[in-house]
């Protein structure tokens, strides 16, 4: 089990940037891998960005170019995204994933999240 915490949402102008930060209760590198996602109102959570073990990344295409997922070594227990030139339709509940492989299944972890919101 590991247990997520969010921080650093809140409100920004478009253009502007901001740093999400996820803690979690134990060393992530035992993890398989950890990620972002995003929930908009009236939508479905959506895939943000991945980052794992090993360090390979994944970002959603609306997001590339602007948002940076990683992992600080020396704090082995957090993980960022790193948010610039924000759009108003990046405005969303973020969550903070991490999963390991428990064959057959992934067994999942969320934070309870953290709200960003961008105005025009």
């Known amino acids: 089990q590991v247990q997520l915490v969010e921080s650093g949402g809140g409100l920004v102008q478009a253009g502007g940037s901001l740093r999400l930060s996820c803690a979690a209760s134990?060393?992530?590198?035992?993890?398989?891998?950890m990620g972002w996602y995003r929930q908009a109102p009236g939508k479905q959570r959506e895939l943000v960005a991945t980052i794992t073990n090993g360090g390979s990344t994944n970002y959603a295409d609306s997001v590339k170019g602007r948002f940076t997922i990683s992992r600080e070594n020396a704090n082995k227990n957090a993980m960022y995204l790193q948010m610039s030139s924000l759009e108003p339709d990046d405005t969303a509940f973020y969550y903070c994933?991490?999963?390991?492989?428990?064959?057959?299944?992934?067994?999942?972890?969320w934070g309870q999240g953290t709200q960003v919101t961008v105005s025009s």
């Open positions: 134990r060393s992530i590198f035992g993890l398989n891998g």
């Open positions: 994933n991490a999963y390991t492989f428990a064959l057959p299944t992934i067994q999942n972890f």
